[in-house]
């Protein structure tokens, strides 16, 4: 008697693939999920937005394994609903005029000011540039792995990276940020006042 197959596993796939998707799960979940909140900038997003990209990855574990590398396989799936998970959530705020409170960054810092600061300026780099700087200098991945993973060329990555570390450089100067949280005490006075 022939035993029975896992709910919501593929048909196609042989006795090992289950092994070999555990073990690929063992040792890159914690980086794919390291991703995943570096590009969303919400945990419970991230969960979520890992939790799907392996659920794919499961149900196309034959071609995640026939690829060239399949971490970057996946990571490409973690990036790509990272970015429409992020571009929701832009829109469901327009929608609902409500700004979301911001969540910590990557690690838990003393400076709670600055890492708020800085997740919020990585989170405003468009979406292919933010993807670069994140995984250049959060994972600290090669560029030739980053554009293996994006799909882009090896020089797309390097002036993405050098752009978005100018444009967070450029939103963290202390002048920028006074001006910003000026206007935005202009802003909630003003709507106080109406």
């Not at 060239?68 to 990272?82: E, G, H, M, W």
Request: aromatic fraction near 6%.
């Amino acid at each position: 008697m022939s035993r029975p197959r896992a709910a919501g596993s593929p048909a196609r796939l042989g006795p090992g693939a289950r092994t070999e998707f555990e073990d690929f799960f063992r040792r890159h979940h914690r980086e794919l999920a390291r991703l995943a909140y570096s590009m969303t900038g919400n945990r419970a997003e991230s969960d979520d937005v890992v939790g799907e990209a392996l659920a794919s990855a499961w149900e196309h574990w034959d071609r995640v394994q026939a690829a060239d590398s399949p971490l970057a396989y996946v990571r490409k799936i973690v990036v790509n609903l990272s970015v429409e998970r992020v571009r929701t959530a832009v829109r469901d705020r327009q929608r609902h005029r409500l700004m979301a409170p911001l969540t910590k960054w990557f690690y838990h810092s003393p400076d709670i000011v600055g890492a708020v600061d800085l997740q919020a300026a990585v989170l405003a780099l468009p979406a292919g540039r933010r993807a670069c700087v994140v995984m250049r200098h959060v994972l600290d991945l090669p560029e030739e792995e980053v554009a293996r993973t994006l799909g882009i060329s090896l020089g797309t990555v390097k002036s993405q990276t050098s752009k978005g570390l100018a444009q967070l450089r450029k939103q963290l100067e202390p002048g920028h940020l006074a001006a910003a949280a000026g206007s935005s005490r202009s802003a909630r006075t003003a709507r106080k006042e109406a």
